[in-house]
Structure formats: structure tokens, C-alpha cells
């Protein structure tokens, strides 16, 4: 089973400043490596898919990228509404594993 | 517009088994180019990808190989919809639940989500 790990655990941001999310996984996956975002009572959502592509409708200040073993997804500018828990997924073969998230906060 | 409809009971008993479905709209379970997962969250746990079903010409399932004795995913082409079984369910099976729809890799649509409860 592959094993994605991500940093930090928790980030505390003020209103504009970028934020950076990794994950790693625990042997290559190439690109398949997703990103999703969930808020309180909600379900996730699609962020980035195939490391580096946007899911359709979502902001551009969202960004991955990355390959291999080590990927990072990118807020440009964050926004009040971006607060929220953030997880990575790989693809590449079964079981299908998600990192245990990262929460993002505004300050 | 893809939607994901969950339904089922939030309370199951010890030992019984769990049972929810997903109605998909905006697509068809029978899709050559999609699949269709249960994945679980519990705070324990993360997220949990539990099993899919899909089809290429014919029907095709996988299974997290920790569930593989105890789990059932069904699609029901009469209804376009697909279900999930549970066997045997212990505490450790509290959890929410989902169904999402996969493409290209990615969980692209998901349901709202079923919180079950195990419990006497």
C-alpha cells in the first residue's frame, strides 16, 4: 500500500499570503497524485488532478504541481473562504490511499 | 451537471449489516469511462477508500483488501445507482460514508455523505 504523508499538520494564514501543502509519497506514483478540499460538513472537493491540472470551476490561485515521490499543491493570494482542510490522493494503485490532511486556518 | 444521492440507515446494529445506496444523475453507472468508490472518514481512520465497481465490457469490482471477506459493492443498472454492503460490523465501522464518482484517476463527484452509527 502506498503511503502519503503531508506538512505541516496545521497552517495559520493571514488573508493574501501564500500557502504551500506537500505530500509525499511513499514510492513513485508519477503523476497520479489529486488534491481536494473539504469544509466543515461538507464533502471534498476536487481540487488539482494529475499533480498539476485544474478541476474545472475551481480558482486560479489554487496550483500543483510535482511528480515521483514529492508534490505540492499552492494558494496564491489566500482568501477567507480557502480555510479549510486540504488532502492528497494517489491513483497509481490499489488500495487508492489519501494523505491525513492539512488544516488551513485564517488568521 | 453529475450528482451523487446517498441513502441508508445512519444507525446499524452490532454483527448486522450495513447497507447504503448512491443514485447517480448526469451519467450512467454502466460509463466505459468512469468508476464508482465508497470511501469512509472517521477520525481515526482519514479517509478510507473501501471499493469500487465499474465496466469495461463487463462488471469489474475492487476491494480494500482489509474489507475484502466482508464487503459487497453492487451496481443496479435499472435504477443507475450502485450500493454498498458491509457485513459483520463492529464499533470500528462508525464512521461517514460516501460515494464518488472516478475519472481520469480523480474523485470528481461526491455524495453528501452518511454518517453510520454502530451501536446496540
Known amino acids: 500500500e502506498i503511503v502519503l504523508t503531508q506538512s505541516p499538520d496545521f497552517q495559520s494564514v493571514t488573508p493574501k499570503e501564500k500557502v504551500t501543502i506537500t505530500c509525499r509519497a511513499s514510492?513513485?506514483?508519477?503523476?497520479?497524485l489529486h488534491w481536494y478540499q473539504q469544509k466543515p460538513d461538507q464533502s471534498p472537493k476536487l481540487l488539482i488532478k494529475?499533480?498539476?491540472q485544474s478541476f474545472s470551476g475551481v480558482p486560479s490561485r489554487f496550483s500543483g504541481s510535482g511528480s515521483g515521490t514529492d508534490f505540492t499543491l499552492t494558494i496564491n493570494s489566500l482568501e477567507a473562504e480557502d480555510a479549510a482542510m486540504y488532502y492528497c490522493?494517489?491513483?497509481?494503485?490499489?488500495?487508492?490511499?489519501f494523505g491525513p490532511g492539512t488544516k488551513v486556518d485564517i488568521k | 451537471q453529475v450528482q451523487l444521492q446517498q441513502s441508508g440507515p445512519g444507525l446499524v446494529k452490532p454483527s448486522q449489516t450495513l447497507s447504503l445506496t448512491c443514485a447517480i444523475s448526469?451519467?450512467?453507472?454502466?460509463?466505459?469511462?468512469?468508476?464508482w468508490s465508497w470511501i469512509r472518514q472517521s477520525p481515526s481512520r482519514g479517509l478510507e477508500w473501501l471499493g469500487r465497481?465499474?465496466?469495461?465490457?463487463?462488471?469489474?469490482?475492487d476491494y480494500a483488501v482489509s474489507l475484502k471477506s466482508r464487503i459487497t459493492i453492487n451496481p443496479d443498472t435499472s435504477k443507475n445507482q450502485f450500493s454498498l454492503q458491509l457485513d459483520s460490523v463492529t464499533p470500528d465501522d462508525t464512521a461517514l460514508y460516501y460515494c464518488?464518482?472516478?475519472?481520469?484517476?480523480?474523485?470528481?463527484?461526491w455524495g453528501q455523505g452518511t454518517l453510520v452509527t454502530v451501536s446496540s
Open positions: 490522493h494517489q491513483s497509481s494503485s490499489l488500495p487508492f490511499t
Open positions: 494529475y499533480a498539476s
Open positions: 464518488a464518482r472516478q475519472r481520469e484517476g480523480s474523485f470528481d463527484y
Open positions: 448526469g451519467d450512467s453507472v454502466s460509463s466505459n469511462s468512469a468508476a
Open positions: 465497481t465499474y465496466y469495461r465490457s463487463q462488471w469489474y469490482n
Open positions: 514510492q513513485s506514483i508519477g503523476s497520479s
